[in-house]
């Protein structure tokens, strides 16, 4: 058995893949809200950019083309990949030469193909990391991702923002569009995975994916602790920031100061030290441990409306929740790949990682339902509430949690 590292070649392209799949976010994002802006736009106008991510959203329904078609070049995975970032590239660099002043709709439309080229990116080298990582080897995988993730989206939302300030947005997209150019040299020296039958027909890719998971044991019961797993982390993240600002009083600048440096910060870390805990244990191991921390981590916020404003508490609230939440998430992350037949891969993964983000979506406008008619301090302790049912699943799971790589051999 090959002994397992945390650093090889196939955990630093999976980092460098994941600055390519964060690097264009903002670009269709917040800095283009920021161009707008100085530009002179109304808000109605800069608000409506928001509707520009929708294809993230809807990934999943072309996710399956990835699975049937494969490119001339570089194979099934690698050649998806290269082919979005060229046209990343250039949908960047067109950007570049229309003003938000008197062309906002060319802006906007090329943008709204950033945003789709990138959802697409986004579908290929998820199922390249899902296919080309060793089973040991997931944990780190979701932590290199996410890792490589937070720093392309640093590239283009921080730094972006910056160089802005010094030589114009136009020159700025133009640099970025060299940026992601760049990326495509990461994708040629990278190996592809191991060839896997490809699904023989159109129809095939479409149906295939959900009939041979739902043709599993016990294949609705996982669906459902998918979206029970980080349920009550979503909850909690659903009302942060309103918490932190009008529950207790803090300024924008102690939010912002703690929430963008300290969580941040504690995310990347859980995620990397998740995934160095997974390498050493078992897949269902990791989603009790983890998940119980991630139930726990609540009550630092309950405790924290129960003191009332207070930066040091506050601090350490955010820091424990980031922390125990990104261990959650290499977990999770584990488990979508280890769901995944790899001969729908990309369709699996989409549909997959839509299922986990069913919580992110709704826990909202039940959240402040919630905190209007119990108070906040009630709130926190529901939240830890709601995270107990899926770890009580995943205990009934659990053979079949173990079972997982027999459940999806292809």
């Known amino acids: 058995m090959k002994r397992f590292t945390v650093i090889n070649p196939r955990l630093l ?22 161009w707008f802006t100085v530009s002179g736009l109304d808000i109605v106008a800069i608000g409506s ?24 070049f570089l194979g099934r995975r690698r050649g998806w990949i290269m082919l979005m970032q060229v046209l990343l590239a250039l949908f960047i660099f067109a950007m570049a030469f229309f003003d938000p002043a008197s062309h906002p709709m060319w802006l906007a439309l090329f943008a709204l193909m950033v945003s789709a080229t990138s959802a697409t990116q986004d579908v290929a080298i998820d199922a ?49 569009a060299v940026c992601m150019l760049l990326s495509t040299f990461i994708t040629f020296c990278s190996k592809e995975p191991d060839q896997f039958s490809v699904p023989r027909s159109l129809q095939e890719a479409l149906i295939g994916p959900f009939k041979e998971f739902f043709k599993r044991e016990y294949a609705i019961a996982i669906i459902v602790f998918i979206v029970l797993y980080k349920l ?19 300024s924008l600048t102690d939010v912002g100061l703690a929430n963008k440096t300290v969580g941040l910060g504690a995310s990347i870390l859980g995620v990397f ?27 630092l916020y309950m405790w924290l409306a129960v003191v009332g404003k207070n930066f040091a508490l506050m601090v350490f609230a955010i820091f ?43 826990a909202g406008p039940m959240a402040g339902l919630l905190v209007e008619h119990i108070g906040w301090t009630d709130f926190y302790f529901i939240t830890f509430v709601i995270a107990l049912p ?11 949690i173990k079972l997982v790589p027999a459940l999806v051999r292809d």
């Open 232 to 250: 009550g982390d979503a909850f909690v993240l659903s009302l942060n920031t309103p918490f932190l600002l009008k529950g207790l009083g803090f």
């Open 273 to 299: 030290l998740g995934g160095l805990v997974m390498s050493r244990i078992s897949l269902y191991r990791s989603l009790l441990y983890f998940g119980f921390l991630q139930a726990i981590s609540n009550l």
């Open 320 to 362: 424990g929740e980031n922390l125990c939440g990104g261990l959650g998430t290499a977990a999770t992350v584990a488990l979508l790949m280890a769901l995944c037949n790899r001969r729908y891969t990309a369709a699996q993964f989409a549909l997959l990682s839509a299922v986990s983000a069913i919580g992110r979506v709704f």
């Open 390 to 400: 899926g770890l009580v699943l995943l205990l009934w799971l659990q053979p079949r």
């Open 128 to 176: 390249y990391r899902t296919e080309v990582l060793e089973d040991k080897e997931r944990g780190m995988g979701a932590a290199y991702t996410a890792g490589g993730y937070r720093v392309g989206m640093l590239i283009s939302g921080a730094m972006a923002f910056i160089i802005a300030d010094n030589i114009g947005w136009s020159n700025t997209y133009r640099l970025m």
């Open 49 to 72: 950019l928001a509707l520009l991510g929708q294809p993230y959203v809807y990934k999943f329904i072309w996710a399956p083309l990835l699975d049937r078609y494969i490119p001339p």
């Open 13 to 34: 392209t999976i980092f460098f893949l994941g600055i390519a799949s964060g690097l264009p976010l903002a670009l269709s994002g917040s800095a283009l809200q920021a």
